[in-house]
């Protein structure tokens, strides 16, 4: 709201869909996906620590989305962009 100078919801969602600025909870829960690709295909021995507990972990944000592994950052972008 301060970097496009309203407190209008609307006018914010139609200067970030024109810019292509994903909500913040978007932006973090891509950034989950593309850190649990990476702990599940790591061969890291911290990593391989964690990687029983991450296909799980994004499991859940698929089943939110209604997505599989493939699509599951486009399906995030999209309801990104949905108001």
Known sequence: MKVF???SHDVINECRAVF???PI????QIQKVRFLHN???S???VCSLFVRDAPSDLLC????YSANERN???RI???????
């Open 5 to 7: 100078c309203s407190r």
């Open 20 to 22: 292509g600025i994903l």
């Open 25 to 28: 909870k978007q932006q973090m």
């Open 39 to 41: 702990v599940i295909d």
């Open 43 to 45: 061969d890291n021995t």
């Open 61 to 64: 944000l698929c089943n939110a």
């Open 72 to 74: 599951i950052i486009e």
């Open 77 to 83: 972008i999209q309801t990104g962009f949905s108001f």
